[in-house]
């Protein structure tokens, strides 16, 4: 089946830093993913949609200047977490859509300390 | 986006027991989703239904879905100590291909 990776899968870094999450599609092309967040015992929510060749749409309530994405090739796509504060700390998760179902990273634990 | 529905919150069982986990969700959808979610890792599709279809059956697991109320089960027969996980739905809405918004879950343990 489809596969999505996620790089890194873990991450510590100090507050006030950037941090870059690369999610790629090994076997197929994505158009679209999407980058989901996950609080400890929460469930997951929708950041933002990447969008190959265009911006990123981001839902309410999700700072598009603090979480950058970039949807650089079809196989691609990075969150940047800028200035990452020790709340930003969280298990990040993209996702991209096959004809069937939803294929989703392993995610990536981000730690800001 | 807004958040359904799961009940119950946790539920504990003893291996050999069924595990029924109920979701609501609130606007209409393409399909509706369960996945599982072992402790920090990643996410396993179980099932997907659609919303032209009532009843779907997947080995052990049995996935209803009524549109009328909003509403889907996930039903796990003869439950083993590896099925404890969290379990999510999640709704794929008409508007938004691959969108998905998942509900809060529920976290199974199950007791050999």
């Known amino acids: 089946g489809a596969v999505v990776s996620q790089h890194p899968s873990w991450v510590i870094c100090k507050s006030g830093t950037s941090v870059k999450i690369e999610c790629r599609s090994l076997d197929f092309q994505a158009t679209t993913m999407f980058w989901y967040r996950q609080f400890p015992k929460q469930s997951l929510m929708l950041m933002a949609t990447s969008n190959e060749g265009s911006k990123a749409t981001y839902e309410q309530g999700v700072e598009k200047d603090k979480f950058l994405i970039n949807h650089a090739s079809l196989t691609l796509s990075t969150l940047t977490v800028t200035s990452a504060h020790p709340e930003d700390s969280s298990f990040y998760i993209c996702?991209?859509?096959?004809?069937?179902?939803?294929?989703f990273g392993p995610g990536t634990r981000l730690t800001v300390t | 986006s807004q958040q359904g529905e799961e009940d119950p919150q946790a539920l504990s069982i003893q291996e050999g027991e069924n595990a029924t986990m109920n979701c609501s969700y609130k606007t209409s959808i393409n399909n509706l989703q369960w996945y599982r979610q072992n402790s920090g890792r990643g996410l396993v599709h179980l099932i997907l239904?659609?919303?032209?279809?009532r009843e779907k059956h997947s080995g052990r697991l049995r996935v209803t879905l009524d549109t009328s109320k909003k509403s889907s089960s996930l039903l796990i027969t003869a439950s083993r100590a590896a099925d404890t996980a969290s379990y999510f739905c999640a709704t794929d809405a008409n508007t938004s291909y691959g969108k998905l918004t998942f509900g809060q879950g529920t976290i199974l343990t199950v007791h050999p």
């Open positions: 239904i659609r919303s032209n279809e």
């Open positions: 996702s991209a859509p096959g004809s069937y179902e939803q294929y």
